[in-house]
């Protein structure tokens, strides 16, 4: 039986000998074997062959250079036997049939769908050992050297996905049996392969509040908050927004006294500036501001600033210019804006402001202000920025 492997690396074996991507030393090598394993039950041209190999026609002459590199393969290939591995019929190459074959991938393929079948029908433990029987069978994406292949990307998604649903439904059976620290190995692990998948930082988070991490588990939900922003353009999460309230609730569980509040709600500094927050924060803000207007009848306004580049044809400099913009923007919010303000990033190029006691002439002189110290303190003329005001009003709330 030969064994083929490509889930985070790359091994070819039989009767005990090996060979890994070390002893191919060509990465074409490689991908012409995985190509021919992947696609064993159908015959390739050399043209088909020579297409999926050299797609963007690096090679004047792919039929002769396939057919070096078929050369090459089955020299090596020797090393494990004397088998005809690779064979010729009629003008295309295929694998040898004749020669049993099993992979890593389709072994795991098939443990994650027996898994995903059984657990409907079995007991907690008994579904966590299906899905840990699953998981030893992953090792990893799949080989760089051919993951990006236009052959191999959509089963390389493909059996990252079968990883991903194995990895959240096993969380939540731990969940359910209260076993956090195997949730928390599981979903860093997970993580390390994909960091923008929202569940997985959910998992992590449920992870830690269960074995009592309320501080890394808050710690962790501003991380996630930040990476899924940065690379998402996400303003909000709704798995770690729910998270985020159990986390809170779960602190407010204990007796305390006024001391203990006061020293739980003070800043780390005496207060100065705006208050500086997240959206999740800034729109409960807004809310009840809303009622506060609502009630009282006074006026309030909400601003939004938007940064832009000018003139700038490179997708990347005007990204890196609005990344410093958005900086120094900060910088002066929480320098200039009134002690009574709050004010929170909404996304890559934006911030909003809430300002009380504000009526429109008033919102527009601090815009206005707030635009001159930011050309002092950026004074790049690409970069600009420009102002909105609206009213804040309960009707853009649903009050409850």
């Not at 409907?120 to 993951?147: H, N, W």
């Not at 709704?238 to 602190?251: G, K, V």
């Amino acid at each position: 039986m030969v064994t083929v492997k490509i889930l985070g690396k790359f091994e070819i074996s039989r009767d005990g000998k090996t060979l890994d991507d070390r002893n191919f030393r060509s990465n074409q090598l490689v991908r012409l074997l995985i190509f021919l394993v992947m696609y064993r039950k159908r015959s390739f041209s050399a043209a088909d062959a020579a297409e999926a190999l050299w797609p963007e026609g690096e090679t004047d002459n792919p039929s002769g250079a396939l057919k070096n590199l078929v050369y090459r393969l089955r020299s090596l290939l020797k090393k494990l036997g004397d088998d005809p591995f690779i064979i010729h019929e009629r003008g295309s190459y295929r694998w040898n049939p004749a020669v049993p074959l099993e992979t890593d991938y389709e072994l795991f393929e098939q443990a994650c769908l027996r898994a995903q079948k059984e657990s409907r029908q079995m007991e907690t433990k008994d579904c966590i050992d299906v899905c840990e029987k699953a998981l030893a069978l992953y090792g990893g994406s799949v080989f760089p050297a051919v993951a990006a292949e236009t052959w191999m990307i959509s089963t390389a998604t493909y059996y990252h996905s079968l990883y991903l649903r194995l990895i959240k439904d096993l969380c939540g059976f731990y969940d359910q049996t209260q076993r956090y620290a195997e949730m928390e190995k599981v979903c860093r692990e997970a993580l390390a392969e994909d960091s923008l998948d929202e569940e997985l930082h959910y998992w992590l988070i449920k992870a830690l509040m269960g074995q009592h991490n309320q501080d890394l588990a808050l710690q962790h939900y501003e991380e996630a908050k930040t990476i899924l922003r940065k690379n998402l353009g996400l303003r909000q999460w709704d798995r770690l927004d729910d998270i985020y309230a159990e986390i809170i609730s779960i602190q407010n569980l204990r007796v305390a006294s006024f001391d203990d509040i006061y020293q739980d709600i003070s800043e780390d500094m005496e207060p100065s500036g705006a208050f500086l927050c997240d959206y999740v924060i800034f729109r409960q803000i807004y809310r009840l501001e809303a009622r506060r207007v609502e009630r009282l009848g006074i006026s309030e306004h909400l601003a939004l600033l938007t940064l832009e580049t000018k003139s700038v044809k490179k997708k990347e400099e005007a990204l890196a210019m609005l990344r410093t913009g958005m900086e120094r923007m900060r910088g002066v919010l929480s320098s200039y804006l009134r002690i009574g303000d709050a004010a929170c990033r909404y996304s890559d190029s934006q911030y909003l402001l809430m300002l009380p006691a504000c009526t429109y002439e008033a919102g527009a002189m601090v815009c206005e202000r707030l635009l001159r110290r930011f050309r002092e303190a950026l004074p790049n003329p690409a970069v600009q920025v420009r102002y909105e005001l609206e009213e804040v009003s309960a009707k853009h709330v649903k009050l409850k």
